[in-house]
């Protein structure tokens, strides 16, 4: 855990931008409003929402909890193959990343792994609970259930401990499910609403068209899944050592590669459902980059070896901050800077990143494609215009989206001292960034 405070002390600043959604509707929550979402389930918001009326800051209340998880999953990982296999877990680069990074992403892994291990360990309750817990953070979570249904491979399978399994899942997540099916939400996640996977393709639950693209969807995956050091490998190790413990008998050693096997493939296809990069497929990754931990946990010293070597290479770049968080941690501070409604009022923005704390929660601002119409064709007048209308006081621009997408809106770069002709006031400007108070509409 010491690793990861670390690594997120030197990245202060926001790392994740689905952060401000949970962000706002943690302050909801605790509200008793916003209660079912069709993309995210209720569990981490709430708890984020808990820490933030405490008074601990967003990020560092999301930072807590993502370090708190990947301790979690070291420890998990020491407990079922060894201290070396922790470490191999510990320096993996998205585990280092997102252990340190404000998010649901890591605490869905870390609550679904241990419900392995509980599993595996004939703790059927616990594994029933903390998978409850894991879905309840990210939907795809389900996918363990599979993996949890299994007896434990060496001992007598018993109905009884599957029931209890179940029993514990179902008494997390009824909750949840009674409060969508009273609000006439839908039961599965509706992926439609989200922009980045509608861009590609509308996810509407199980339909047809959704499980026709699993195929070519597993295919994107890939380069994402295997470019992790040891992912290729380890699926090959664990199937190596699921085929020699089935042709030894040997049932102990093959319970846990059958189980990290079903989640990582089902996880991956899940993901396939939708799109996919580094970090959707984080569970699947780890999964089979665990596999080196599993088939090396007799040969510790080996293991530790190839652990610190991997450590040396992955932890410098995790340590750099980033051109971006540098120029998006200044613009942020530019907007704390502001006195007045300048302060508090609501802004437009083209860069969906930007965002102010507004008391217990981060307030992020109104995308510029509300705007409507040819993103081309639109000048500085209808944003100044479209500012007014809808009651915003301040205008965020950023340069790089500007050049690609909003042309029209050059000039306020290029000469922004003219930009008050235009109905749009210069207040403050950082590298990449241009900040505008929006005129009020002149009396006739």
Known sequence: ????????????????????????????????????????????????????????????????????????????????????????????????????????????????????????????????????????????????????????LHTTARKRATVRTLIAFAAMTTPHWLVTLATGAPLLPDQSGNFAIGANAVVHGLGWDTIARIPAGLRTASPFLFSGPGVGLGLLVLLGVGAFAVHQRSTRLADPVVRLLLWGLLHWGLVAAAFANARLV??????????????????????????????????????????????????????????????????????????????????????????GGDPRTIDAVQLARFARQRGYTLVVLDSGRIGRTYPGLLPLFEAPEQAEALGLSPVTRVPGYRVFAVQPEESP
């Open 282 to 371: 984080l569970p699947s990754r780890l999964c089979f980059a665990l596999g080196l931990g599993l088939a090396l946990r007799t040969r510790p010293r080996l293991l530790l070896a190839g652990s610190v070597a991997l450590g040396l290479w992955t932890l410098p770049p995790s340590w750099n901050a980033s051109d971006s968080e540098t120029r998006l941690a200044r613009i942020v501070s530019a907007l704390e800077q502001l006195d007045g409604p300048l302060r508090t009022g609501h802004f437009l923005t083209s860069d969906p990143w930007v965002y102010r704390q507004n008391g217990a929660y981060l307030q992020t601002g109104t995308p510029l494609r509300e705007l």
């Open 1 to 152: 855990m010491g690793t990861l405070a670390l690594l997120s002390a030197r990245h202060p600043g926001l790392r994740l931008v689905d952060f401000l959604g949970f962000s706002t509707r943690a302050h909801r929550l605790m509200a008793g409003e916003d209660l079912v979402h069709p993309l995210y389930p209720v569990g981490y918001p709430a708890l984020l929402g808990i820490l933030q009326s405490l008074g601990i800051t967003p990020i560092l209340a999301g930072r807590a909890l993502s370090v708190t998880a990947g301790g979690l999953a070291v420890g998990v990982t020491t407990r079922w193959f060894g201290a070396a296999a922790g470490l191999w877990l510990l320096v993996q680069p998205v585990f280092l990343t997102y252990g340190s990074t404000e998010g649901t992403d890591l605490a869905a892994f870390s609550l679904g792994f241990a419900a392995l291990w509980a599993r595996s360990n004939e703790r059927p309750g616990l594994a029933g609970a903390l998978a409850g817990l894991a879905t309840l953070t990210r939907f795809t979570s389900a996918a363990l259930l599979p993996a949890l249904l299994l007896p434990p």
